[in-house]
Nanobody, 116 residues
């Protein structure tokens, strides 16, 4: 049974960096697509970044040039490197994984807080 574990959130000053990790348990897991979403209080969930199985990526306009999504298939892990963080990035970040059979999985969420 697949279970996702997120880590790497925390409190950081504006201009700082964090790296989020999302690891999928389960020996039979085969990652197709990975992504990160975020939700701030009173706001709707929004897409931050996605990485597809052939390596292509896309990003929300608000994070282009600052965030990088990448994956390690051997570890069944997707990462989000966040640089030049802004207070507007403050949110709960959720990872999303889809396997090659189109099953979907969500992480529990990790809080990212960026202070001015």
């Amino acid at each position: 049974q697949v279970h996702l574990v997120e880590s790497g959130g925390g409190l950081v000053q504006a201009g700082g960096s964090l790296r989020l990790s999302c690891a999928a348990s389960g020996s039979g897991f085969s990652l197709d697509t990975g992504g990160w979403y975020r939700q701030a209080p009173g706001e709707q969930r929004e897409l931050v970044a996605r990485v597809f199985w052939r390596g292509s990526t896309n990003y929300a306009d608000s994070v282009k040039g600052r965030f990088t999504i990448f994956r390690d298939n051997a570890k069944n892990t997707v990462y989000l490197q966040m640089n030049s963080l802004k207070p507007e990035d403050t949110a709960v970040y959720y990872c999303y994984l889809r396997d090659r059979y189109n099953a979907e999985y969500w992480g529990q969420g990790t809080q990212v807080t960026v202070s001015s």
